[in-house]
Structures are given as structure tokens and as C-alpha cells.
């Protein structure tokens, strides 16, 4: 039971998709504005994310105090932050709410208020988030090889640096938010027990009268191959390791896709059953798809004791690039069945709905229905898989690794040391 | 609505379960009143590496068929060790029912193979190198042992590497036959539930569950000494961390005082992430990363705990600070805008939460296993939304006055004293 989406673009631009799901008590919206990581000047990392937390503090008729005493009022559960194309905000609620939450979110990207007073203490906060991520391993290798895999401008981390967030001045937030927030390329999209035609009438009020403003195509991906190593203390030797692959709107992604489902999704999936369960090598290993618009890539973790960090390395690539080997239907059966389980119970969540139908209509250019995807999904054959890894084999790898020692990768050169 | 049925199996074994046929999933555990304070000195761990064994085989099926007939069932399914409980469950359409039951309720009877057990020993090995790099599970695990004490609650639920690296397979199997009983299991379910055909199922499957032998409660630890590979010091040095990590705990609510509710919403408007009190003087502010504090409450002691994450040589003025909020807070107590934010948003967070069988399962397994009681999402909030600002304030006196063990991690301990 799926209820069809409706697709409406307003006269500013700013594309609104509205889902009914009337079997449930909220309503969830996602609100996403192309404001992300890209449009940051490169001295100043950590801007997007800056603008994102200062139009939070105030805007409209509430204080930065009312604004969270107004959402806490109408229950509603929210988030908000940045990637490399949007600055999103997300918020769940009682259906009843809705309403309410679309003028509060208006008021909030429309009429900030951006006190300079509490600029430092905004900057405070950025630096605060930026060195606990520091002391997470994972989160340091991970930060890295993602610089390495899409290159300047896409490679950043949504945290930014702390020399670029030291920089930003009130001039620097006020021109960021000025060039980036408007209605032009921004999607909402609302899902869950809503009348369509009354949520309609609310964005229209709440942003019709938006202004529209430029956009900026993404640049291409410049990663390549390398490894670098950060030598550390640590009890566990970290390893990142990414690939290029195809992104979302690609006609074979769900080839690819399906490929790294029968490598990593799951407890009987290759990397978990040889990697951890018959060789005990480590506790955590798992690779998945990452999509930005125009490139895509695969992005894989292990964490193991130094003495096995080779091995496990050595290993878990070694799956990978035989993934075609033995490959059997019943690997790709019990990968569809977790897909579309997974796609009927997102029909117990509007905020997962919400933001999945965001993300699809950002990647695809239109909305996905349920049913769309889960043809798609069921028309999947062993042959397309083969087909398509035997002609985009893994290669170029970017890996990083974080311990006592360095290890040895393939075909790349001495790591280069941090 | 949801409807409650329950029932005890001729065995002994406790089946709970809140149905709602217009749910699009199904979600079962197993609850084992099975957890690190059930064990002695010689067992540290076990409860947790015996969930893992769960995985590795039955006399029906290989470890490979455990983890492959998971992934067939498309849910999710994974289970938790506590200090209380340890948990097997999963999230499935209902159509699995029947198969997932088979699966769950064989998974709990292992046969403990000898050469899983030798290779899944060194995956928890793994598990515990892993999070001795991360600073805020070590300083946690510490505040438990120093506060009550390192055997019974306090005791890791880990283990340390050398209880685990020492674990005889002949030891485990005593401790699963003296817990693993079925007066000391319940079955629990939520969602669309066939519940007519669900008992009959159990009553079959556990049949000889009460064959288990009796074994003997083992002998005691000496009160007098630390056990092997323990330390009590309040300073853990994690090298290379740039924050510094302090986690307060003292005495709070179990899970049968009738104070729980009120200290929950003192926890919130003290604690909450986004528009406490300690939010707004230590986060927003950015003069640290983290700085709540919470009850948690346990089947007969409770803890109230206090978090704080911020630079080294900011952690005796945001003490300062922290105290300040708390006595200010004894002495004039919360306001009525306070409360009436923090029931709004509890009960909006509680009916997004009923939406998904699988948050409902939880709270219904552990309160049927311990309290034998079931309280609906609605009875629940009818307790809340009880509670007055006298409630509240009593609750701050009652917990908030007792001076908290402290743990700090941080790089180097002199850091601090600035």
C-alpha cells in the first residue's frame, strides 16, 4: 500500500513533493536548500556549516531561545546539516503540527536574524564538534580518504578546519547566506497523514514569494589513487579504503549497487561471513555505495589489531575483486529481500519517507515511487551483475590507515606520512 | 489500538506481546535475565560472548545457516548484551513469522563448538581494542566499576582481554545452563502479530528447554581485592585525545520507583540536547562539546549520571558552571514553561516512537522480564503528564544532592588542573 507522490515546482523554483501516508499519526518534512560544502570559498572550510547553526539562532519574531521553546512545543524532532550540495533541515511531528513547523522552517531560512553577538559562541561550538571528531579514529580515516577519493572541493568534510573556522567573519556569514538561500534548486518534501491540498496552500504561503537567486553546477571529481598512513598509538590499526563507482542516477547503479549488497549487506554477506565470522580478523568491516550527483564511489572500513592488519587488508580486497567467482542467485535473493523489506517498512517512518524522496528527486531530477524501485530491484539477474563488474573492475585505491605501523597496498606507492 | 496479550508457557517461559494488525512489520526477542552482574570473576564477559555464540550454530544449523537464514528474513536482527539482560531480535514482515520464530528460538539452544568458540574469541578481542580507542566508553565503563563496585552491576560487560583470552567453552556452557532457563526468558513481540499461532509454536519449540541441567551457583569472589585486569584509578590517560572526557555518577531511580518519572523530566529539563539548562550555558555557548546528565534506571538500583566533553583546560570552570545550573536548580527550582516544553515534546517523541514495532519492542521485553508489567504507550504518558513542578523539585533534592563518583579521561591528567 503506497500512495502516489505529487510533484509540484512553485513559480521561484523551489520543487515541493508531497506524500500522503493517512495510516499514520505524523507528518514529516525536509526542507533542502543548495547551500552545502561546495559553495564555500577553500580558505574558509567549515562556512556552510557555520550559516547552517547562526540562522538557528533567531529568526522572524523568535529569539534563538523561542525559536527551540516553539519547536519543543509542537513536538517536534529535528536536525539539520550540511553536505557537499545542500544544507538540510529535517523535523518529524504529530500531524497536527505540520502546518505550524512549515511557517517556523520558512521564518527560520527567510528572515534569520544571524546576531553578530553570538557569532563567537557559534564558532566556539564548530570547534568544539571538529576536535571531538578528532579524537574518533574512524572518523579521521574516514574524513581523509573521502578527501583523497573526490579531491578538493568535493573530498571536504562538512566540519570543516579549524584555521577556516577561525577565519569567518559576520561579512563572510551575512554573503554566504545571501548567495546561497533562496528558492532556486531547493527541494521540500513533506510526507505522512497530510491533505495534500492544504499543505500545498501553507508552502505556498510560507514560500511563494521566495526570491530565487544563481546555482552552481558540482566540479568533477579529481581523486586518485594513493595511500597515506597517520601513526598512532592506538590499540586497533584503522583501514579506510575507497574506489571509484558510479553514482545514483547511473542506469547500472543498482547493478553496482547490488554487487556490494551480496559483498557487505548482511550477516551472511562476503566481507562479514569470511572476513570476521570464519577468520575472526575483526569485529567491524563493511563497504557501501556513496553517491554525490556527478560521481560516486565505494567506501570500505575495517578496524583490527596491528599484527592482523595485513591480513585483514590483504583479505578483504581480495573479496572484493573476486566477488564474481562462486557468485550465486540465492547471494542476490537474500539481498532483494532486504531491500524490499527495508521499502515496506519505510512505510512506517514519514521522516525516512521524507528524506528519501528528497534525495531521489535531487539524484534523478523526478521522484521515485516505491513500486518503481522495487521493480527495478526484482528485475535484477546474476548475468547484469557479472556484466557489469566484469567491465568496471575495482581499481585505483585510495586507502588510509591509522596506527602503529604502515601496511602494504597494492600497485601504489610508499605511504606518504601524516 | 494496540492490543496486549501475554502468556506463560508450561515451562516457564513468559510470552508478552503488543499487537496492532495495521503494522506493516513484526518485531520478537528473546529477553535472558543474563547479564555481566550475573557473573563471578572467572566468568567476566561471558554473558556477552555467549550472545555472540548464539550465531555460531545449533544442532540443526551451522553458524553459516544462522546468519544466512537472517538475511533470508529480510529484517533486521541483531542482539545486545547489558549489565541486566542480553537480547536476540528482529524486525520482520509478518509473513515471516513462523519461519523467524523457528530460527530465533533454535538459535537458543548452541552447541558452543569448540573452534567457533576459539575464533569468535578473538573477534570480541577485537571488540574490546576497539573501543579502548574511543576515550568516552573507557571513562563510562570506569564511573560503572567505581560506583558499584567492579563485580555485580558494576561489573564490564566486555570483560577485560584477559578474562576473555583465559574462557574455557566448558565454562561458558554452566553459565548458559544457569541462566538460559525458561523462568528466566520472555518472549516478546510487537506489530502485526499472529499471536493464536505464535504460542503453540514456542510451546513446541521449548518443549525441552526445562531439560536444561541444574548446575550450581559458583563460588563467590573474595570482597577483599580488584579483580584481574581491573583498575579503580579516577583518571584513565588516553593518549593522543584532544578533549577531555568527565562522566559523574551517583545514586538515581530503579526501574520500580515511583520517582522515575519525575527524575526523567528533571533529566530532560536539565539535560536535554537542545534548550536545557545545560544546553544553553555550556553548548550553546560552545564553552564544551557535551554537558547533560540523565537517570538511568536498573531492575533494582538506579544512577544518575553526568556527561561532559570539552578542552582540557576548560573542565574545572564548566564544573563551576555545571554546579551553579544544579544548585541554582535546588535552590529555585524549575519553572511551568520548563515543564509543560519537556511534556509537549515527550509526548510527541512517544507517539512518533509507537509508530515503528520495532522502538515498542524493547520497552515492552525489559519491563515484562523484570517488572512483569506492561505499560501502553498511552499509560506511559498518562504517568508523565501527572507529574507537577513539586514532583520535579522533590526529585532535584532527592538526587541531585548527592556528591558524584567522578571519571575523567584526557591525554595527559596535569591538563586539567590549569
Known amino acids: 500500500m503506497t500512495s502516489p507522490i505529487q510533484c509540484h515546482t512553485l513559480g521561484n523554483g523551489l520543487t515541493v513533493l508531497i506524500q500522503p501516508m493517512p495510516w499514520l499519526r505524523t507528518a514529516a518534512l525536509s526542507l533542502n536548500l543548495q547551500a552545502g560544502v561546495h559553495r564555500e570559498p577553500a580558505h574558509l572550510g567549515g562556512l556552510s556549516s557555520l550559516v547552517c547553526e547562526m540562522i538557528q539562532r533567531g529568526a522572524g519574531q523568535y529569539s534563538s531561545r523561542d525559536l527551540v521553546a516553539a519547536q519543543d512545543n509542537l513536538g517536534i524532532d529535528r536536525n539539520s546539516g550540511v553536505s557537499t550540495a545542500f544544507v538540510s533541515f529535517g523535523a518529524s511531528m504529530p500531524s497536527d503540527s505540520l502546518p505550524a513547523a512549515i511557517s517556523l522552517y520558512a521564518d527560520i531560512v527567510r528572515n534569520p536574524h544571524l546576531p553578530h553577538d553570538q557569532l563567537e559562541d557559534a564558532r566556539m561550538m564548530a570547534i568544539q564538534e571538529l576536535r571531538a571528531m578528532e579524537d574518533e579514529p574512524t572518523h579521521r580515516v574516514m574524513r581523509r580518504l573521502r578527501e583523497l577519493h573526490y579531491g578538493e572541493v568535493l573530498g571536504r568534510s562538512n566540519f570543516g578546519t579549524e584555521t577556516g573556522i577561525q577565519q569567518i567573519t559576520q561579512d563572510d556569514i551575512r554573503s554566504f547566506y545571501q548567495t546561497n538561500y533562496h528558492s532556486s534548486g531547493g527541494i521540500l518534501s513533506i510526507a505522512g497523514n497530510v491533505d495534500p491540498t492544504e499543505v500545498l496552500d501553507c508552502v505556498n504561503t510560507a514560500f511563494g514569494n521566495w526570491r530565487t537567486g544563481s546555482l552552481e553546477d558540482l566540479p568533477c571529481p579529481s581523486g586518485v589513487a594513493t595511500y597515506e598512513h597517520f601513526e598512532s598509538s592506538s590499540s586497533q590499526t584503522h583501514i579506510g579504503f575507497a574506489f571509484d563507482a558510479i553514482p545514483y542516477s547511473h542506469p547500472d547503479y543498482f547493478k553496482l549497487r547490488a554487487g556490494m549488497g551480496i559483498l557487505s549487506d548482511g550477516m551472511s554477506s562476503r566481507l562479514f561471513d569470511r572476513v570476521r565470522e570464519q577468520r575472526g580478523l575483526c569485529y567491524t568491516v563493511t563497504a557501501s555505495c556513496h553517491s554525490l550527483k556527478n560521481g560516486g564511489g565505494v567506501f570500505g572500513y575495517a578496524g583490527t589489531t596491528p599484527e592482523r592488519a595485513q591480513e585483514t587488508l590483504d583479505v578483504t580486497l581480495h573479496e572484493i575483486e573476486n566477488l564474481l567467482e562462486d557468485m550465486s542467485s540465492s547471494e542476490l535473493d537474500r539481498w532483494k529481500v532486504r531491500i524490499e523489506s527495508g521499502l515496506i517498512m519505510e512505510q512506517e517512518s514519514s521522516a525516512s519517507r521524507a528524506s528519501s524522496m528528497a534525495s531521489d528527486f535531487y539524484q534523478l531530477g523526478r521522484p521515485m515511487t516505491t513500486i518503481e524501485l522495487e521493480s527495478l530491484i526484482e528485475s535484477l539477474r546474476l548475468e547484469d551483475i557479472r556484466d557489469y563488474w566484469s567491465a568496471n573492475p575495482p581499481k585505483d585505491y585510495r586507502v588510509v590507515t591509522l596506527g602503529p605501523d604502515p601496511l602494504k597496498v597494492p600497485a601504489s606507492p610508499q605511504p606518504t606520512a601524516n | ?418
Open chain 2, 1 to 418: 489500538m494496540p492490543e496486549f496479550r501475554e502468556t506463560t508457557l508450561s515451562n516457564g517461559l513468559r510470552i508478552a506481546a503488543e499487537i496492532d494488525q495495521r503494522g506493516y512489520s513484526a518485531a520478537f526477542g528473546y529477553f535472558v535475565r543474563a547479564g555481566s552482574r550475573d557473573e563471578v570473576d572467572r566468568e567476566s564477559g561471558l554473558s556477552h560472548f555467549l550472545e555472540h555464540m548464539m550465531f555460531k550454530g545449533t544442532r540443526h544449523r551451522s553458524a553459516a545457516d544462522v546468519n544466512r537464514e537472517l538475511d533470508e528474513l529480510g529484517g533486521q536482527s541483531n542482539a545486545y548484551t547489558s549489565e541486566e539482560q542480553t537480547v536476540y531480535y528482529a524486525t520482520v514482515l509478518p509473513k515471516f513469522q513462523d519461519r523467524l520464530i523457528d530460527l530465533l528460538t533454535d538459535m537458543l539452544s548452541p552447541i558452543l563448538d569448540e573452534n567457533e568458540f576459539a575464533t569468535e574469541r578473538q573477534v570480541i578481542l577485537e571488540e574490546i581494542a576497539k573501543y579502548e580507542d574511543q576515550p568516552p566508553f573507557g571513562a563510562f565503563e570506569r564511573a560503572m566499576e567505581v560506583h558499584f563496585g567492579p563485580r555485580g552491576l558494576g561489573r564490564r560487560i566486555l570483560g577485560t582481554a584477559e578474562s576473555i583470552r583465559t574462557m574455557q567453552a566448558a565454562t561458558m556452557r554452566d553459565y548458559f545452563n544457569r541462566r538460559y532457563r525458561p523462568e528466566n526468558i520472555v518472549l516478546a513481540a510487537a506489530g502485526n502479530i499472529d499471536f493464536d499461532a505464535l504460542v503453540p509454536q514456542v510451546e513446541k519449540l521449548t518443549e525441552d528447554w526445562s531439560d536444561r541441567p541444574d548446575v550450581a551457583a559458583p563460588e563467590k569472589d573474595p570482597d577483599d581485592s580488584v579483580p584481574l585486569g581491573i583498575s579503580l584509578e579516577p583518571k584513565i590517560i588516553s593518549t593522543d585525545a584532544k578533549q577531555a572526557y568527565l562522566v559523574g555518577i551517583s545514586p538515581g531511580p530503579s526501574s520500580r520507583s515511583d520517582d522515575r518519572y519525575a527524575a526523567r523530566v528533571l533529566g530532560s529539563v536539565m539535560g536535554d540536547e537542545g534548550g536545557s539548562r545545560l544546553f544553553w550555558e555550556l553548548i550553546d555557548s560552545g564553552r564544551a562539546e557535551v554537558a547533560t546528565l540523565w537517570p538511568h534506571e536498573f531492575m533494582r538500583e538506579g544512577a544518575w549520571f553526568s556527561y561532559m566533553v570539552c578542552a582540557p583546560e576548560d573542565v574545572k570552570s564548566n564544573q563551576r558552571l555545571m554546579n551553579d545550573i544544579i544548585q541554582s536548580t535546588l535552590e529555585k527550582g524549575i519553572q511551568p514553561e520548563e515543564l509543560k516544553q519537556t511534556l509537549n515534546k515527550a509526548t510527541a517523541g512517544a507517539i512518533m516512537q509507537s509508530e515503528r514495532p520495532s522502538n515498542r519492542l524493547f520497552g515492552i521485553g525489559s519491563r515484562w522480564l523484570t517488572c512483569g508489567e506492561y505499560l501502553s504507550t498511552d499509560d506511559a504518558l498518562d504517568c508523565l503528564c501527572k507529574i507537577t513542578i513539586e514532583d520535579v523539585n522533590q526529585a532535584a533534592q532527592k538526587y541531585l544532592t548527592t556528591n558524584p563518583t567522578e571519571i575523567i579521561a584526557e591525554a595527559e591528567p596535569s591538563a586539567a588542573t590549569h
